[in-house]
Every structure is written in structure tokens, then in C-alpha cells.
């Protein structure tokens, strides 16, 4: 268990400096600032870029008041963003937070304390519970977790092998030494899909990666797409997706021989995304290459089945599948337009509150 704080740690800055993205966040950006500004000991400063939003997002934040560092920009995505706040950050560390997630209660205290204790690190992730669209509750660890993840704070022998294995990692989870981030570069604007998981990557080519099994994340992010529309939210991303081949750049030449089976594993769930992605946006045969070339890595579920069942049977099975997939999607923001109308998701605030 993590130490508790003592009153000269609570009143002393955590040296933290947390950055929150925001585009169109107005329903949830004040819970996500929240749980920032109310961690012991407290951050150093919350800084939230306001990423183009149209919505009533930067009246939310400037409500905040000198409680957070607020910035704007035009919209360019959630890595510009975090690149905006990472070339004003003072703290030691640095945490990145999306604006439809929260922390729970000591996250900082928790993290600051791994790298007190472990120097070497040049980042620390925590567990996590995950609020999906279907209702479930998912967490990381779970009572149902292999043996093998352990029960107490410590630096991962194989972090590659760990990440493609477990899949623990979550944007809100990690504490990254600032001096590291100095050293290695900012984050790959250009990468409008999963660009977190391309920096974690390449983060961890860079010095040993701590894990805390404790959970001391909450992600949200299906409700609140929900409530702000399914389709819209994810529609301007999935046009622009990038090849596999962009997001692997810079991460294949710092990596070693033992961090390749490990690596695979995490570079098919990306291709695997990156793939649903182009399809949803009408790329068909961008979705269909990406098939061809790395579907020995995809991951085993019904989706990457199917795909690859696709592939298999030329342009007219392809197009077919493809087809599907996007009439699949239409249907899911139909059936959450009916969920958002029949309030289902207010078992979400019950579950933080009771946690």
C-alpha cells in the first residue's frame, strides 16, 4: 500500500506539472481539472490547451481561474496539444490527463514516490478501471489477472513483453520524468491516432519503465462519446489515421532484440485499430494493406477474424466486410442516442463516489 502523506507533503507542490487536452470537453473537463487540482500533495500547475473546441470549453476552464495554466490553439489533435503544454511545463514531472478521464485519490503521491525510491525510472504507470459502453467495469489488476503480474510497486525486467501481454498502460496512468522528455522530444502531432501509444513506446527505449498495481485511474471515455455523439467525435481522427509504418518510426531503431516479441504483440493492436479506423472512414484498401501486411500480429477477436476473412476472399468479400463494419457503427450510435435517452449512464457518478 501506498504511504500515507504527511502535512508537510500536503501542503508542498508535487512538482507535477499536468497537462489536459481539450476539444469540445465541456461536459467533462471540470471533473477531469478536479481530480487534478484535489490530489495530496497537489500538483505544481494544471495546464489545459483548449484545442479549437466550439463548444463552451474555454468558459469551463477560464472558470477555474488562476488554478490552471490555460491555453488555445486551433484544433490539431490531442498530440499538438500536449506538445503545447509540454513547451510551457516547469514541474519535474509530468502527467497527461484526457479531459473524459479522472484521477482517483493518490495518484501523485503514489507515483512521486516510486521515482524517490527508484531513480533509474524514467517512468511509472499505476493500474486502472475502465467504464465501458456496454456497462461493464473493467479493471487492471483484476482478481482474475495471471499470477505473474505482481502485487507490489516495481521496475518491469521486460516492459515490451509486460505492455503486449497485459495491455496496462493508459494515457492517465503515467508519471514521466520531465528531464526525459527533454532529452527524447515531444510527441508526433501528426499521429491523430493512437500518438500516446507511439510515445510510450518510444519513452520506454529510453531508460526502465516502473509498474504500481493500486488503481488510481478512471477512464470514462465511452459515456462521455456517448453523450456527445458517437460518430462525431471520432469521425475527423479516423479521416486522418496514419499508416502503421508512420507510428512505428521512431521507436524501431532504439529498440533491442528482446524487446521485439513484446513489441509485435503491442504494434497488432495498433494495426488492428488503425485498420477498423480506415474502414470506418472509407479507406478500404488502406484498411485492407494494413491486413496484408501485419495480420500474423493482430490480435485473436471477432473483429481482426473478420477482417482477415475479408482479405481472404478478394475485392468483393472485402468490400463486404467493410460495409458491416460501418453499418455496425451506425448502429452502435443509434443504440447510444437510446442509452443517453434513457439515462443509463448515471450509474457512472454512483460508481465514482463509491469507489
Known amino acids: 500500500m501506498t504511504p500515507r502523506a504527511t502535512k508537510k507533503q500536503v501542503n508542498k507542490p508535487s512538482g507535477v506539472s499536468v497537462i489536459i487536452p481539450a476539444y469540445n470537453v465541456e461536459s467533462c ?64 514531472y509530468v502527467a497527461f490527463l484526457d479531459a473524459d478521464d479522472c484521477w482517483l485519490p493518490g495518484f501523485f503521491n503514489a507515483t512521486s514516490d516510486f521515482f524517490r525510491s527508484h531513480p533509474e525510472a524514467v517512468a511509472v504507470s499505476t493500474g486502472w478501471k475502465i467504464y465501458q459502453h456496454d456497462d461493464q467495469v473493467i479493471t487492471f489488476p483484476s ?23 497485459f495491455d496496462h498502460i493508459r494515457t492517465g496512468t503515467i508519471l514521466i520524468r520531465h528531464s526525459i522528455i527533454k532529452k527524447a522530444g515531444y510527441q508526433q502531432p501528426h499521429l491523430r491516432i493512437s ?52 507510428w512505428q518510426q521512431r521507436i524501431l531503431p532504439n529498440l533491442k532484440d528482446v524487446d521485439w516479441p513484446g513489441f509485435r504483440m503491442v504494434r497488432g493492436r495498433v494495426a488492428s485499430n488503425y485498420a477498423h479506423s480506415m474502414i ?18 493482430l490480435p485473436k477477436n471477432r473483429i481482426t477474424q473478420l477482417m482477415k476473412l475479408g482479405h481472404r476472399s478478394g475485392y468483393v468479400g472485402w468490400w463486404i466486410v467493410c460495409c458491416l463494419f460501418i453499418l455496425r457503427e451506425y ?22 463516489e463509491g469507489f
Open 29 to 92: 473537463l471540470s471533473r477531469a481539472v478536479l481530480s487534478a487540482l484535489e490530489q495530496v500533495p497537489p500538483p505544481l500547475e494544471v495546464i489545459v490547451i483548449n484545442d479549437g473546441s466550439t463548444d463552451r470549453t474555454a468558459e469551463v476552464a477560464r472558470g477555474f481561474g488562476e488554478r490552471i495554466r490555460y491555453l488555445e490553439q486551433p484544433n490539431q489533435g490531442q498530440g499538438a496539444a500536449r506538445n503545447a503544454g509540454l513547451a510551457v511545463a516547469a514541474g519535474e
Open 331 to 352: 448502429q452502435k450510435a443509434f443504440f447510444h442516442v437510446l442509452s443517453k435517452k434513457s439515462n443509463r449512464y448515471n450509474k457512472t457518478l454512483f460508481f465514482i
Open 143 to 165: 482478481p482474475e489477472s495471471p499470477k505473474n503480474i505482481p502485487d507490489k510497486a516495481l521496475i518491469l525486467d521486460d516492459f515490451f513483453s509486460f505492455w503486449g501481454k
Open 195 to 246: 500518438q500516446d501509444l507511439e510515445y510510450w513506446g518510444y519513452i520506454a527505449t529510453n531508460g526502465p519503465w516502473g509498474f504500481i498495481p493500486e488503481i488510481y485511474w478512471f477512464g470514462d471515455s465511452a459515456r462521455i462519446a456517448a453523450q456527445d455523439g458517437w460518430l462525431s467525435k471520432y469521425r475527423l481522427r479516423r479521416n486522418l489515421c496514419p499508416t502503421v509504418e508512420a
Open 280 to 297: 470506418l472512414a472509407g479507406r478500404f484498401r488502406g484498411a485492407r494493406k494494413i491486413i496484408k501486411d501485419y495480420g500474423v500480429e
